[in-house]
């Protein structure tokens, strides 16, 4: 369970959108060191899987400067089964929704494709469970879905904070009492920003190493315990640039607590 930044252009240092995001994994949800996935469909594109888990990707960038961030949602509609809806004669990995990222980063030119294809595959059985921040130099969306509903937001200012409930299908959940700690990086992440008029990447990687309160299941930097087996650990952190300063699309990684490890360049050609 995660917690992602959209930064609008509005905000934006550069100029144009912005996203981040730390992925967080349950104590004992063991995927192997975390991995820089270098893949190519239609376009080149550079995401953040795992050791045991390569093609489930969930954040990353492509060489036309799309950008993706998808969080898990623990969602309470009644039914509800988290695994995906196969499109007819898919394969299990088909139905992971990592494996549908790397099909929109290798894909889409644009947003506008991005949600074209995704919209495609939802008509065919897929479902989305869960949201999903997109940007590109010229705008930004998020999309939140389960199997059959999908609620589409366009973001031409300010910031956003998503984390693991839904805030457009807020009654799918979960609700406050259910998951406080995803309300509570929500509320900091959206404090932290809204004192830094303009956002820079740098402004970001400071929001992702927060430890406020200490490190503990409610921070953005969120470090395990033994004490606590249903805990969850940072396991690597991401700034996603449809643009940097030389026009390039750009991934910043660091592959642990972003406290404490440093972020990578990696330029998406």
């Known amino acids: 369970m995660c917690t ?8 934006s240092s550069l100029g144009h959108p912005m996203l981040a995001k730390n992925r967080d994994l349950e104590l004992g949800h063991e995927r192997g060191t ?5 893949g190519r469909i239609d376009h080149s594109f550079l995401g953040l899987g795992f050791e045991h888990a390569p093609g489930m990707i969930t954040q990353g960038v ?27 004669g898919a394969s299990a990995a088909q139905r992971e929704g990592g494996v549908l990222c790397g099909e929109l980063l290798g894909r889409g030119s644009s947003v506008k ?11 065919r059985g897929r479902s989305l469970g869960g949201t999903m921040l997109l940007a590109d130099p010229e705008g930004a969306v998020i999309v939140e879905g389960t ?8 973001v031409t200012s300010g910031v956003e904070v ?58 953005i930097c969120r470090h395990a315990t033994d ?33 404490a490890v440093p972020y990578e360049t990696h330029l998406a050609l």
Not at 147 to 154: C, F, M, P, Q
Request: aromatic share 6%; glycine share 6%; with cysteine.
């Open 34 to 38: 975390s991995v820089l996935v270098d």
């Open 113 to 123: 494709e991005v949600l074209e294809y995704l919209l495609d595959q939802t008509g």
């Open 62 to 88: 492509n060489e036309m400067g799309v950008c993706l961030a998808f969080m898990f949602v623990k969602i309470t509609k009644p039914g509800w089964e988290e695994d995906w809806t196969p499109t007819p």
């Open 4 to 11: 992602a930044l959209l930064v609008s252009a509005a905000r």
């Open 227 to 259: 004490e606590d087996p249903l805990s969850h650990r940072t396991a690597a952190s991401t700034i996603m640039i449809p643009r940097n300063q030389d026009g390039v699309p750009e991934l910043r990684l660091a592959r642990g607590h972003p406290c």
């Open 162 to 219: 998503r984390n693991n409930h839904f805030l457009l299908l807020s009654a799918l959940g979960p609700d406050f009492d259910a998951y406080r700690s995803s309300y509570a990086r929500g509320q900091r992440g959206l404090e932290l920003l809204a004192a830094h008029p303009i956002i820079s990447p740098e402004t970001l990687a400071l929001v992702l190493q927060d430890h406020a309160p200490a490190p503990s299941e409610y921070s």
């Open 147 to 154: 199997d059959d509903e999908l609620a589409i937001r366009r």
